[in-house]
Structures are given as C-alpha cells and as structure tokens.
C-alpha cells in the first residue's frame, strides 16, 4: 500500500516529453503507473520505441508503455520532426530497447487505470489529446474518477507555435481536444504562452547536462539537435513545454499565478483551426473549465529539471 499519488502520463516523446518524463522518475511522491503514447511529434512508432528507450535508460523499465492512435481523428496532421528529429530523439541512431509495448491499447489502458485509481489517479498530457478522446468516447465518465488533469497545450492569446494562432498539440488533433475540453468538466493548462515565459539560458542547461548520469548523457545526445534548433531561432533561452507541465503537475505549489477561465477549441477557422479561445471576460456564460497557469517559480522549475537528469 502507498501513499503516493498515482500518475498517468500520455506523452508523444519528442524531446520536451523526455525531460518531463525524466523529471516523473525523479519524484518521490507519486507513483507512476504507466505510460500511453500518441502520435504527434513524430509518428507512433518512433514515440513508443523512444518512450520504451527512455524507461530502459533510466532504469524504469517497470512502467508499462501502452501504444495508443497513430493519428488524428478526423484530419492529417504534420508532424513536428524539424524539431524533434526524424526519430524524434534527436536522431541519434540508438539501440532500440529490448522490451516490448504492452499488448493493451493505450485508450483501454487508461480506462483500466482509471478504475484501478479512482479519485486519486494524477493524469499528464503531454501531446495531442486523441487517445484521451478515445477514452472519453468509450466511457463519457472517466472524468470522474480522475482526480487531477494536467495538458500542455494551448496558446491562451493565440500566440501559436505551430500556426499563428495554434499550438501544436491542440492543433494536430483539433477534434480530440474539442472532446476532451468538452468532456473534462476541470483541466489545469500549461500553455505554449507559459512555456515561452519560462525559458532557461541554454549555458544552464548545458552545465545541467555535464551531469555524470545516464539519463544527462542520454538526454544530452538527444537534445542536441533541438537544441541547436532553438538557439538558432529563439536566441539565449530553451524552451521545454512538457517540462514545465510537469513541474506544475508535480509540484503545484510552484504555481504563482493562476487564472480560471471557460476554454474552448476552435475546430472551423481558416486561419484559427485548433487555437484555444478564452473567453476572457466571460462573456459568453460557459463555465470556467480551465485553471490557466501564467506564472511559475523559475528557480523551482529549474532545480526540478537539473535534479532529474542528474538522478540515477
Ligand atoms: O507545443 C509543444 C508541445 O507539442 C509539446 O508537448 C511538444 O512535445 C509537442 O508535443
Ligand atoms: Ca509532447
């Protein structure tokens, strides 16, 4: 029997993803019961063999990896492989790990951890919601035995990353995060906007990664790539989206401010398709279903991150 609070994590590792999920192997106080993975940014069967990777070189390989949809719902969606790599782990040629995915869909998987964890179960999402939607389709009320819901995700103001006015997990699988916004009547969002408020100097995260540890010698080869992706594009500062979702996921108290607000996903806008619309002044009478994070500890968020690549 433990104490610790069951998590559940729904990434598509990606390099961001990485460091989040380094991060969760880092911390005492919960307990993480497995992993589901999503198509996003790169395709599913990189983000399974990078997710099965990770846990390997970390020492995790008692979470169990559960692959979920290869795609979208609905709509074709590009890929974010210009910045994760073609493999999406920076391209680096590892030797795949030597154990295999779980035979149960990833959607199932979090169906039967909900149950299994009823109230108490911490659930992260880290790419886009498609698997997450499935579930809600199958069982409209998995939402109530969920405890928590974290999602990186959004652009708040519509200062998109992947087009002008969306981010990129929300927009490559729009419909998805339309049902799961719709069916999940709280979400705690940590928005792309956030993410950008909340660089690191890349000198930093360079002496982070000099740790003498696996995961700091993996993650540094991995990273590299989007790495130098970054500093070409965005200047002095890294940027690690998942990460700072997770910091808020595992550490709440970090949070220094935090705006409720209804949330909505545009699904037939030209040039809006998968942006997330507040309703700022909440004009149109839905409920506040979001908790928008605008503000974390910096020096928190940093120690979390050089502390889980310096662990093991
Ligand atoms: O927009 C950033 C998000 O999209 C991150 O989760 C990144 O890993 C990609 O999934
Ligand atoms: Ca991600």
């Excluded at 996921?249 to 037939?268: C, F, N, S, T, Y």
Aim: with cysteine; net charge negative; charged share 20%.
């Amino acid at each position: 029997m433990t104490d610790k609070i069951p998590l559940l994590i729904d990434t598509d590792p990606g390099v961001d993803d990485a460091l989040a999920l380094l991060m969760a192997f880092n911390d005492p106080n919960h307990e993480l019961v497995g992993l589901t993975i999503a198509a996003g940014n790169v395709g599913l069967d990189h983000t399974v063999r990078n997710a099965l990777k990770l846990c390997e070189v970390a020492g995790r390989e008692d979470v169990p990896v559960y692959a979920g949809c290869a795609d979208p719902l609905l709509h074709p969606a590009v890929d974010a492989a210009h910045v994760h790599g073609r493999d999406g782990f920076g391209d680096i040629g590892f030797e795949p790990a030597s154990r295999s995915v779980e035979a149960e869909h990833a959607a199932l998987a979090i169906l039967r951890l909900s149950h299994r964890h009823a109230g108490k179960l911490l659930l992260v999402a880290l790419g886009p919601l498609t698997n997450i939607a499935v579930a809600l389709k199958l069982d409209p009320t998995l939402p109530q035995r969920i405890a928590r819901f974290v999602v990186m995700g959004g652009a708040v103001s519509a200062h998109g990353n992947i087009t002008a006015a969306a981010e990129f997990n929300i927009a490559f699988d729009p419909e998805a995060a339309h049902i799961v916004f719709q069916g999940f009547p709280h979400i705690d969002l940590a928005d792309w906007e956030a993410v950008i408020a909340h660089g690191f100097l890349h000198g930093r995260a360079e002496q982070w990664l000099q740790a003498d540890s696996p995961r700091a010698r993996f993650y540094d080869r991995i990273s590299l790539q989007t790495r130098n992706w970054s500093a070409d594009r965005r200047g002095d500062h890294w940027h690690s989206a998942d990460a700072l979702a997770m910091a808020y996921a595992l550490q709440p108290q970090g949070a220094q401010e935090l705006l409720d607000r209804p949330v909505a996903v545009e699904l037939a806008g030209t040039l809006t398709r998968g942006a997330t619309v507040v309703d700022w002044n909440r004009q149109e009478g839905r409920p506040d279903n979001a908790t928008l994070l605008m503000r974390y500890d910096q020096a928190r968020f940093e120690s979390l991150i050089q502390a889980a690549l310096a662990a093991g």
